[in-house]
């Protein structure tokens, strides 16, 4: 006869259980604890399953997981696998990269596109990455592309700038005031 678990919670554990279902960011973690809240109320695992529309085995396997380590194991694990190219040192460097000018490094040009970043930090680090890549370290450092607003504005003289301004309104004032003889109402001949 197979063991029976008890799903049966501790008030400390209730407590975190309910504080987790309401406040953590994450929401497989809150299905999670869902999970083992649905399990201390005495539903059957079946039951958890299909309100949760989950197997049974993943219902099993994370109240294992939430025996082992509490809260904590219901968050994701690091997965194996290659590390991110570049590593920590890539993501510093960049991220300095972004909050500098391109013109104060020497470029002639003002806005960095993803072409840009990966030939500069492939100089820069020996490192040379793919779109995808870069997209995919820009999207770790929160950084979005937005379209840079092309202006004229630090190549006009300011002074001459006011002065134009000033006599642009003038000149609308004036267009008020004249009266037209023109209308655009005639007779037939």
Request: charged share 30%; proline share 4%; net charge positive.
């Amino acid at each position: 006869m197979p063991k029976r678990i008890n799903y049966t919670l501790t008030t400390e554990e209730l407590q975190q259980v309910k504080e987790t279902l309401t406040k953590h960011r994450d929401g497989r973690v809150r299905s999670r604890a869902q999970m083992i809240y649905l399990l201390h109320l005495g539903k059957k695992v079946s039951e958890v399953a299909e309100m949760l529309l989950t197997t049974q085995a993943t219902v099993y396997n994370w109240h294992k997981r939430w025996r082992q380590t509490g809260i904590a194991g219901l968050e994701e694990q690091d997965r194996p696998g290659r590390p991110p190219v570049g590593g920590a040192e890539f993501k510093e460097k960049l991220e300095t990269v972004l909050q500098t000018d391109p013109s104060d490094l020497g470029y002639g040009f003002a806005v960095w596109t993803i072409e840009r970043l990966i030939q500069h930090m492939g100089q820069e680090t020996g490192v040379y990455v793919s779109e995808g890549t870069m997209h995919n370290r820009l999207a770790d450092l929160e950084f979005v592309y937005r379209r840079p607003k092309h202006t004229l504005e630090n190549l006009q003289d300011k002074d001459a700038k006011k002065q134009a301004d000033a006599l642009l309104t003038e000149l609308k004032k004036r267009q008020n005031q004249a009266k037209s003889t023109y209308s655009l109402w005639t007779k037939r001949p």
